[in-house]
């Protein structure tokens, strides 16, 4: 039975996604105020024309992504347990065993912004990081291949390998250049980072899948203020 609560669904998520792009905008103002000059603020992304390029693909992916089987944003179906509380354990879980991995048993150092401008870079990055490497391609091409070729067939199947796919591109990538680097020399530790990114990489896009995209930006918040965050403050 269509209700109330039913047609502000839509309104709600729409909100929701205009104030994860406030938080970007804001991020971007403060560090720039701050004149941070750092590789990562420079990138393309957070550029003012990247803010607003990702902003416009991520509102049509949020508008096409129920049609393609995800959860609204915020979905009354799916509990805050789900939505919020399971993504930040899990997050801050990934964020201790990259600390374990990558800084404990790699022995990298891996540069990062200072404290407390790791607060708006490290946010912002988050929220961006989501939207462009998992909202806007599993949205779109979920809606095209099973909304548009398959007529609504096959939604599940053609999600898990879409998101195996797409989640082993970074592992295949980061693996290989570390090898040829020559900072990745044995074999079970480059097993284990290969396993460890892959994850990394499927974990939010089966929380976007299960329980809408604030999921998975949940996660990679935790994640973030963990490993990006707390720990170099710390260590």
């Known amino acids: 039975m269509y209700s109330l609560k039913n047609a502000n669904r839509p309104l709600l998520s729409a909100q929701i996604f205009l104030g994860l792009i406030a938080i970007i905008v804001l991020s971007k103002v403060i560090w720039t ?8 603020v420079r990138q393309g992304v957070n550029s003012w024309f990247g803010i607003i390029l990702i902003t416009g693909l991520g509102a049509v992916a949020l508008k096409l992504a129920p049609k393609a089987g995800f959860c609204e944003l915020w979905d009354p179906t799916v509990s805050n347990r789900q939505r919020l509380i399971i993504p930040i354990m899990v ?51 979920m809606w095209f291949i ?66 809408g995209f604030l999921a998975p930006v949940v996660w990679r918040l935790a994640n973030y203020l963990i490993w990006h965050i707390i720990w170099p403050t710390i260590s």
């Open 91 to 141: 997050g801050a879980a990934f964020g201790i065993m990259q600390i374990g991995l990558v800084s404990l048993m790699l022995g990298l150092e891996i540069p990062m912004v200072g404290f407390p401008l790791s607060i708006p870079v490290y946010l912002s990055g988050g929220i961006l990081m989501e939207i462009l490497y998992h909202l806007i391609p599993m949205a779109l091409l």
């Open 146 to 211: 099973t909304g548009v070729l398959l007529k609504g067939k096959w939604q599940e199947q053609v999600f898990w390998i879409m998101a195996i796919l797409l989640s082993l591109l970074e592992p295949v990538a980061q693996t290989m250049g570390m090898y040829q680097m020559g900072i990745l020399s044995n074999a079970l530790l480059a097993t284990i980072l290969f396993g460890y990114i892959f994850a990394a990489n499927l974990t939010p896009l089966y929380f976007f899948r299960k329980y």
């Open 33 to 40: 105020l701050a004149q941070l000059d750092d590789p990562i």
